[in-house]
């Protein structure tokens, strides 16, 4: 049984850049979430995608923007590179609905480096 | 609001019982975790509690909930030197949308 997976594991862009991670959930999963960990910090919320939407969106500028496909799997995209975005990306994959079934599962991330 | 606290640092010696603690502010939360997080890796889920349950037990890990006072705490037994890594605990908010994490805790286990 396939855990989440991500790609690529590291990536190094300048400024102004754009960028696309790619993330295949836990089998059996039907949402993708996706989370911005800067160094030394706990990660933080950028959105999650259901049913090829946008479930919900944390306090992320409209530069992050993300699509889910219809086999679930899910892109991040992010426009206009900052020095600031340079993080781990995470993705985590869950099962809508309620309770213990939105418990979220994590893939291994994607290093971004931005200079 | 949303904020989820954490001590930054811990170390034990190998064989002691390690104990993590966080607080919480979404009193609506129906599910608490804890996560492990080793150096350049992802988050691996350790263990959860429901929100109506004030113990759980697995293996060498123990979560205690106190609801009233929103502070969770895990305990791993005979604290082993693999066990050294950065551990988060998260509480869900608004039904499943997100997890929202603490700054996390680095456990140093010394031989």
């Known amino acids: 049984d396939a855990g989440v997976t991500q790609s690529p594991t590291h990536l190094i862009k300048t400024r102004g850049q754009q960028v696309t991670l790619r993330c295949s959930p836990k089998s059996g999963h039907d949402t993708v979430s996706w989370y911005q960990q800067a160094l030394g910090q706990g990660p933080q919320f950028i959105f999650q995608y259901y049913e090829e939407e946008e479930r919900q969106r944390g306090n992320f500028p409209d530069r992050f923007s993300g699509h889910q496909f219809p086999n679930y799997s899910s892109e991040l995209n992010v426009n206009a590179l900052l020095l600031g975005d340079s993080a781990l990306y995470l993705c985590a994959s869950s099962l809508f609905g309620r309770g213990l079934q939105e418990t979220q599962y994590f893939g291994p991330g994607t290093r971004l480096l931005v200079l | ?111």
């Open chain 2, 1 to 111: 609001g949303e904020d989820v606290e954490q001590s930054l640092f811990l170390s034990v010696r190998e064989g002691d019982s390690s104990v993590i603690n966080c607080t919480y502010t979404d009193s609506s939360s129906t599910y608490l975790y804890w996560y492990k997080q080793e150096p350049g890796a992802g988050l691996q889920l350790l263990t959860y509690i429901f929100s109506n349950m004030d113990m759980k037990q697995d293996q060498r890990l123990t979560v205690l909930l106190n609801k009233k006072d929103k502070h969770l705490s895990l305990r791993i037994a005979d604290t082993q030197t693999g066990d050294s890594a950065i551990y988060f605990c998260a509480e869900i908010y608004n039904q499943g949308g997100k997890l929202i994490f603490g700054q996390g805790t680095e456990l140093s286990v010394k031989p």
